[in-house]
Structure formats: structure tokens, C-alpha cells
């Protein structure tokens, strides 16, 4: 769902984020936002976030590191090792 | 000052493992690091580790987007093996474990002695501040 609003520009080009957008994204003054134009005719605001804040699991179904494996991985970018 | 810290190759695996199974040291290091409170050094050897571990479980795209969020990340920083860390060993005289050694110079090219692993070489060889789990 897409919510508009309007608001006036104040003379140095500040707007503000409506309190109620801010709780949901969680934005605080913590927080940085990307401007993005488009086409020259839209812009775009998105919260600024951590590439590892994205939340999608990459490695899920992959157990973490054995001992073994850990020894094996060395061994195979050092084999004379050991 | 912003602390700094070299990780190795299983806290790079956690990075982007299910949040509840990671260790609670890895979920508070995942919060510094996403706040902006301490960056984190990959040895490029870890990162040949982790490559290594994916590649056999048929899981190299999911490596390569990890990779891309890494090089994405200002207090992420890839480091290059590279003749800095050479001129480091040469001075180095604790062990010539060749992989151990090479991320040990990694701390030292960064100026940390903080390591996140369970490897205890790095504490007992190397004298490194050793965060393990």
C-alpha cells in the first residue's frame, strides 16, 4: 500500500518524515536515509540500513565449520603443513 | 576511537547464519558491526576458507552476495595478503605456521590485538586477545 502526503519545503530544502513513518521504519536520529532521484522527476527517501542487517539467512541449511573441516580448509591452502 | 578486530573464517559463516543459533559473543560482534561500533578485518585467507566450505555444500551464489555485503560495508575492510604482511613475517619469530601466522600479521598490520576465534594458538602463540565462544 502507498501513503502520500504533502508538506511544505522550508527555504534551505528540509522536509520532515512524519512521525508516524519514522516509528515504522524505525528511523531515529541514529540513522542515516538514501536520497535517490529518478527520471529527474521523483526522489526517492529509504532508510539507510547495514548490508548485514538484511535479514534473509544466506548460509540457512549449511551447519557451521567442524573442527575437521576448519583443519581440512587450511590444509588445502597450505597441504604442507602439519 | 573505533575498536578494530580481525575475524576468521567461522565468524564470517555466523555472519549470515540464523540469528538465534549464533553464539551470543557473534550476535552482540553482528550488532557492533551493523551500529558501527568496531570494524572487523577479513584476512583474505578466511575468506578462501569460507569459499572453500560453500563451494563443497553447492552454496557459491550465496557466498558471492555475502562477499558483495562485505565490500559494501564501511567498517568492513578485505585484506589483501600483501607485501606488508610479508615484511611482518619476516620479522615475525613466534611460529611459522604459515596460516596462523598470516592472520596474526593481519592483527599486527592493523594495529589490534583483538582476534574473534576459537582458535587458542592465537592467544597462547601470538599473544592475541582471543574473544572465543
Known sequence: ?82 | MVEKAIIDAQVLFYFHYEYEKIPLILQQLKKKVINGEITVILPIIAIAELLWKMRRAGKTSAFKEALNRWQNSENIIIDDFNLEIINLMIKNTESHELHDEIIAMTCKKYNTNIIYSTDKKFEEIFKLQLRSW
Open chain 1, 1 to 82: 500500500m502507498t501513503k502520500k502526503i504533502t508538506q511544505k519545503v522550508s527555504s534551505n530544502g528540509r522536509i520532515v518524515i512524519p512521525k508516524e513513518w519514522r516509528d515504522k521504519l524505525a528511523i531515529d536520529d541514529k540513522n542515516e536515509v538514501e536520497l535517490e532521484l529518478k527520471d529527474d522527476k521523483t526522489i526517492l527517501v529509504k532508510k539507510k540500513i547495514h548490508p548485514l542487517e538484511i535479514e534473509d539467512d544466506l548460509f540457512k541449511g549449511v551447519t557451521p565449520f567442524t573442527e575437521k573441516e576448519l583443519e581440512e580448509a587450511k590444509n588445502s591452502l597450505f597441504s604442507d603443513e602439519k
